[in-house]
């Protein structure tokens, strides 16, 4: 135990030697986290909305004005023809399109059907989809609001039956998609800090030589590997404090679940990444090779399968199948279980177990590489 103790001692101070490393142990994270925090967001408000009003009537007036005050669209401006929504839509300007007929106000007030086009732009399939979805629910209101009116006119003492929703949304009232990616961040930042972080301190070694020095001494593999990755697991769990309070007292996320349970199963993850950084450390000979290994060929693959963004139940089997050989797959339903659901083991032991288990099976995959390179 000494001799461990004496190599995690040795860790630190390199750590606190190397000023960058130093800095990027304990800034980086916030850093991310603020900025990824904003970056991250999923919700659109304010779509640009172009208007081809061809009736030019006060009901075409009233119909465009129930756009503008719902608070999700944006009126930029007015065109004379559809061919004049080209160009804005074209160069970015106008991500929607709204065109009324000629005739819009008589042909309500005739009871016929109206024919309204909305143009989305397409590039940008998330916002188009959900403008689109925001343009449907208004003229279903406006459609509803005409059918009322004609009732009345007509004298007629009808009651139409209609059906009331009852909706509650739980564990994310307000529907802000912060909430839900927020917590996705925090375990990006603890994948990428312990990880990386544990691939460059053994990479460096080797550079700089002293890895051949640390072989030729007594310490046996097991004091090596443990001291090399302590370290870097007590700076994982303080880089967990500090991403914890920008995420509750900046972002104001919800934390309902227990904060000792995210702390134990935040140490069931860095079996997992901690082994990644090891076994990084034995296929890179520089650092620069280490970086980029990290980022390509691991970072980027588990960002895109393990749910940060993308729902899992999207994707086609095969690949849901591939995502079952991820660590952040697992850890991802656990932050987000706590945090937003305030679950617990109860809930998460499936998921915890899995982890558990393929961080095991990753770590001794990367001491016996890191062994026989020893040897």
Not at 150 to 179: E, M
Not at 302 to 323: D, R, Y
């Amino acid at each position: 135990m000494r001799t461990i103790l004496h190599i995690m001692r040795k860790e630190f101070i390199q750590i606190r030697r190397d000023r960058r490393m130093f800095v990027m142990s304990f800034l980086s994270p916030v850093i991310q986290l603020v900025i990824l925090g904003y970056a991250a967001n999923l919700d659109v408000n304010n779509i640009p909305m172009l208007v081809c009003d061809q009736d030019h009537s006060n009901a075409s007036r009233e119909f465009v004005q129930r756009f503008t005050s719902s608070g999700q669209f944006r009126l930029v401006g007015y065109v004379e023809s559809p061919n004049g929504i080209d160009g804005p839509m074209d160069r970015g300007a106008a991500s929607l399109a709204l065109v009324l007929p000629p005739g819009f106000q008589s042909d309500i007030q005739a009871h016929r059907t109206v024919q309204v086009q909305a143009i989305a732009d397409g590039s940008e399939s998330n916002s188009a989809g959900i403008g689109l979805g925001y343009a449907a629910l208004i003229v279903g209101q406006y459609s509803q609001q005409v059918l009322l009116a004609a009732f009345n006119r007509s004298g007629a003492n009808l009651k139409l039956p209609s059906i009331n929703p009852q909706v509650r949304v739980w564990y994310n009232p307000t529907l802000k998609s912060r909430n839900f990616m927020v917590p996705a961040v925090l375990a990006m930042v603890l994948l990428m800090m312990t990880m990386m972080f544990t691939g460059l301190a053994v990479v460096r070694e080797k550079e700089a030589g002293t890895m051949e020095q640390l072989i030729v001494t007594p310490i046996k593999p097991y004091q090596l590997i443990i001291g090399k990755l302590a370290p870097f697991a007590a700076l994982s769990i303080v880089d967990v404090v500090l991403v914890l309070l920008v995420a509750t007292l900046w972002f104001h996320v919800p934390l309902k679940g227990s904060i000792p349970l995210l702390f134990a199963l935040c140490l069931v993850f860095e079996i997992a990444t901690l082994g990644l950084g090891l076994l990084i450390s034995t296929v890179a000979k520089t650092q620069q090779e280490a970086t980029m290994t990290t980022q390509f060929f691991i970072m980027q693959p588990m960002m895109q399968l393990s749910g940060f963004a993308f729902p899992i139940a999207n994707m086609p089997l095969v690949v849901q199948f591939v995502t079952h050989f991820l660590p952040l797959r697992y850890f991802m339903t656990i932050v987000r279980g706590i945090f937003l659901k305030g679950v617990g083991m109860a809930s998460l032991w499936r998921d915890a177990l899995s982890l558990f288990v393929l961080g095991c099976l990753i770590l001794g995959i990367a001491i016996s590489r890191f062994n026989k390179r020893l040897g």
